[in-house]
């Protein structure tokens, strides 16, 4: 069983900056991406940025410029460096991650992080 341990949110005014981070925990052997989501109240959940095996990176339009995606390998943990930050940013940020473990068996499997809120004044 693997699990998703998210840190770093909070309240901070417009311009400011932030950083996420999210732990992979569990018989991990490899992962093959990580990432994050966000939902605003009222609207839908909408992806944000993801690394891939080979250190590929993904941005939604709407961070590019401003966020950064980076990962630490022998901590299984992945950061989301957030700058210039906007009103419109205020979420929950959630941590996805595909994922294989061995024990019991292999299993490659997409897990979800438990939510962490950021908040951006005006």
């Known amino acids: 069983q693997v699990q998703l341990v998210e840190s770093g949110g909070g309240l901070v005014q417009a311009g400011g900056s932030l950083r996420l981070s999210c732990a992979a925990r569990?018989?991990?052997?490899?992962?093959?991406?990580m990432g994050w989501y966000r939902q605003a109240p009222g609207k839908q959940r909408e992806y944000v940025a993801f690394i891939y095996s080979g250190d590929n990176t993904n941005y939604a339009d709407s961070v590019k410029g401003r966020f950064t995606i980076f990962r630490d390998d022998a901590e299984n943990t992945v950061y989301l460096q957030m700058n210039s930050l906007k009103p419109e940013d205020t979420a929950v940020y959630y941590c996805?991650?595909?994922?294989?473990?061995?024990?019991?068996?292999?299993?490659?499997?997409?897990?979800w992080g438990q939510g962490t809120q950021v908040t951006v004044s005006s």
């Open positions: 569990g018989s991990i052997f490899s992962i093959n991406y």
């Open positions: 996805n991650a595909e994922a294989t473990s061995l024990i019991p068996e292999r299993r490659v499997a997409e897990y």
